[in-house]
């Protein structure tokens, strides 16, 4: 796709309005975030909106009134511009409801010299009309010119969420506000708030006031990974949480409680310790993870303890959806109690090939809770373990574990929403600290249903959410930072048509978005505004080239000698060859707007853009860009996730390197990292072949390497090996992994990672 630099024109027809006496002005971009379906410019003359523009809405429609005055608090917020509503006339901004069920949340917005008129299909859809129109405002004073033209718009998928766990950490309600005006700015339309876990119980139930006195207090939290000492709790009242469920429904969002069950229960059960299999006593727990202490299903209290609560809950929150929970319920409890145990012997359960017969307590307790939620008209959602040992079809399942389990469950005839923690789980830093863009691109790159799937199965795919979780979220500020802006990634996977998405346009139009989240005062991640780069070797043409980027096309200097770049320095436009060591630093320098300084020092040694061959593949999850990566110059830091590193686990590092011609060579150094609790061990051996027709070797260097043991440190090692210099043109170097996990290790004889990120040889 080509977009031209439509500042550019702005910016032409801007001087000549000036050159024809007119005033300067402000041209609207309708290219938001998320990006409307269809956009079409037509040429003619633009609409004016000055401060005398009135935003009409149909006499009576109160819905439609609500919209008015948020498009007009918005525009006054923006640009200074005190817009009045009016129930009268047909120009200025027009806002109209035109049913049309089958895109409830879709608009169309026509503009011309005369009027902006938004056409909404619904109450939402008219919302969302009026979002774009607010997004499309350049933020700055005076009149704007919104450019002749259409935008026809709905969404693709109907559920577009972001959660909240409450129960780790707790945030107030002016913050729970500000959460939904952002969910809200970024058009999605569910606030899933995870009301209870182990660690705390955040909703006030009348029935059960233990829940809030006891459950919702903590004697401390683990904080850095050490118990803080620090009384923690709270709870929001029945008050609250109906005036946040208020709140949220005039932003077209809908709230969906979540109260977890059987499992993170712990706080439930300090409250009420008959309802756990052993009685307690029990407390409200600091420490996070998976806790045995669950409800107890064979007592016929808890049953009615959950139906009382449930009952209060679908009073309070009048979403379609109430969330059950059902995830990481531990079995170890039930297994002891007799109670529960009485009640697989009078069920019959036996156990099966995939679950023991407990698996059944859990779906037992599901199907009960479905039944009652069912009978007060809502509909379940239950994380994807609830299909263990089988679910009623009309549960619909929210899938953390991966998109498989999401497949598997639509397959099964349930709807299915996609969380899948490793791409969805915005509390996770990993991917945000691999720095630059790559946190985002990740996101972006997420495809809820893809058109792989057979149509029935991708149909039942409803949506997809983001889920954050807030055992390291201690405060507000951190809890934006996290979503922001990633969660405007979310946002195109859900609104907009997988032909619609574009990374680098997506780019463009969030860098303006930020200038929303700087307006509101928002904190948001800057790793975009860093400099991300990407380095291609080029085997062939034995170099590398270095593509560097930034959010908002900023001007990026270079230099290749290791100074600190300035203005004066090379300009980057495209990308940069590298066939030496290169101490290669660039900075964004865009007046007082700069980056931090991105530094890569490219080794560049005998077999560096060489080509290679590997006799054994790495790890599916750690090949990246394959054989290159050893070769390519770049050195990787301790974390093994970024690229740098290939992973071996099934075999050693074996790779047969082509030097292309006889080169005179006397040593070879294989760097490795290490991670012992996480199975990433050091090597225990190299060897060294050389050959003159790549077909017969001869071993020209050995080295055994011990084991590491418990007291070795982590880190990134160096082996090498030096032997009598000698011309060659193959090179073969064989790292050693260590054979299997030591018997001192946590997981003693299992297999171990070697992880390699540069091959060197070397004539030193
Ligand atoms: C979950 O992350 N336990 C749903
Ligand atoms: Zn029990």
Redesign the pocket.
């Known amino acids: 796709m080509i977009h031209y630099p439509k500042w550019a024109l702005m910016a032409l027809m801007a001087l000549l309005l000036m050159a024809c006496g007119g005033e300067e002005a402000n041209y609207a971009d309708y290219e938001v975030v998320p990006c409307p379906q269809r956009v079409q410019e037509t040429g003619g003359a633009p609409f004016r909106l000055s401060g005398a523009t009135r935003v009409v809405y149909p006499e009576g429609d109160t819905l439609s009134e609500r919209n008015a005055a948020f498009l007009s608090a918005s525009i006054r917020e923006l640009t200074g511009l005190s817009l009045s509503t009016s129930t009268e006339g047909d120009r200025g901004i027009v806002l109209e409801v035109e049913a049309d069920e089958s895109r409830p949340e879709g608009y169309r917005i026509t503009v011309d010299a005369r009027r902006i008129h938004v056409v909404g299909y619904s109450p939402a859809g008219l919302f969302y009309g009026c979002q774009t129109l607010r997004k499309a405002i350049p933020i700055g004073r005076g009149p704007v010119l919104f450019p002749a033209g259409t935008i026809e718009d709905a969404p693709r998928f109907a559920y577009r969420g972001m959660h909240l766990d409450v129960g780790r950490h707790l945030f107030p309600v002016d913050f729970i506000k500000e959460y939904i005006d952002i969910l809200a700015l970024h058009n999605l339309n569910v606030f899933h708030w995870h009301l209870t876990d182990d660690q705390g119980w955040r909703v006030e139930i009348k029935r059960y006031p233990k829940l809030t006195e006891v459950g919702a207090f903590r004697k401390e939290s683990l904080t850095d990974g050490k118990l803080d000492g620090t009384p923690y709790g709270g709870f929001y009242t029945q008050e609250e949480i109906r005036e946040v469920v208020a709140y949220a429904s005039e932003r077209f969002v809908e709230v969906i409680p979540e109260i977890d069950l059987p499992g993170h229960t712990s706080a439930v059960l300090a409250s009420y310790p008959e309802l756990g299999c052993t009685g307690g006593p029990y407390e409200v727990p600091a420490e996070y993870g998976v806790h045995k202490d669950v409800l107890c299903i064979g007592n016929p209290e808890t049953i009615e303890f959950v139906k009382n609560v449930l009952a209060e809950i679908i009073d309070l929150f009048p979403s379609h959806f109430i969330h059950v929970g059902g995830?990481?319920c531990p079995r170890d409890r039930w297994e002891e109690c007799p109670k529960c145990q009485a009640l697989v012997r009078r069920q019959g359960w036996k156990d099966g090939v995939e679950y023991p017969k407990e698996a059944q307590l859990q779906s037992y307790f599901m199907r009960e809770v479905e039944a009652f939620v069912a009978s007060r008209g809502r509909k379940v959602i239950g994380?994807d373990e609830i299909l263990e040992g089988g679910v009623d079809p009309e549960v619909t399942v929210m899938a953390?574990r991966g998109a498989e389990k999401g497949v598997d469950a639509a397959g099964k005839g349930h709807e299915v929403i996609m969380t899948p923690?490793g791409t969805l789980y915005f509390s996770a830093g990993n991917l945000l600290n691999l720095g630059g863009d790559r946190g985002l691109r990740h996101v972006y790159g997420f495809e809820p249903a893809p058109d792989t799937l057979e149509a029935d199965v991708r149909a039942r795919i409803i949506g997809s959410q983001a889920c954050l979780?807030t055992e390291r979220v201690l405060d507000s500020e951190r809890a934006e930072y996290m979503i922001l802006p990633r969660l405007a990634a979310l946002s195109e996977v859900v609104w907009s048509a997988p032909e619609r998405k574009d990374f680098a346009h997506f780019m463009d139009r969030l860098y303006r978005l930020c200038a929303y989240y700087d307006h509101y005062g928002y904190t948001y991640s800057k790793h975009a505004h860093q400099i991300t780069e990407r380095v291609e070797a080029d085997t062939v043409a034995g170099c590398s080239r270095v593509q560097l980027s930034t959010i908002g096309h900023r001007p990026i200097y270079y230099t290749t000698d290791g100074t600190r770049p300035d203005t004066t320095s090379s300009r980057y436009t495209g990308l940069i060859e590298i066939r030496q060591s290169t101490p290669l630093r660039a900075q964004v320098i865009a007046g007082s707007d700069t980056s931090q300084l991105y530094s890569e020092d490219i080794r560049v040694n005998e077999a560096t853009f060489k080509p290679a061959r590997l006799a054994y593949p790495p790890h599916e999850n750690y090949t990246f860009q394959g054989v290159t990566t050893l070769f390519d110059g770049l050195r990787g830091d301790r974390n093994y996730n970024t690229g740098r590193w290939l992973g071996f686990f099934d075999r050693d590092l074996d790779v047969t390197i082509d030097l292309r011609e006889p080169t005179r060579v006397s040593s070879v150094t294989v760097s490795t990292n290490v991670s012992k609790g996480a199975a990433v061990m050091g090597a225990t051996g190299l060897e060294v072949y050389c050959s003159d027709d790549g077909a017969e070797f001869r071993r020209v260097a050995q080295k055994a390497i011990p084991i590491l043991g418990p007291d070795d440190a982590d880190g990134l090692y160096e082996h090498s090996v030096r032997f009598p210099e000698r011309m060659t043109r193959f090179v073969r170097v064989v790292a050693r992994k260590t054979p299997e996990l030591p018997a001192w290790h946590q997981w003693p004889h299992t297999p171990a990672f070697l992880f390699v990120d540069e091959v060197i040889v070397d004539n030193p």
């Open positions: 995830d990481e994380w953390w923690a979780w």
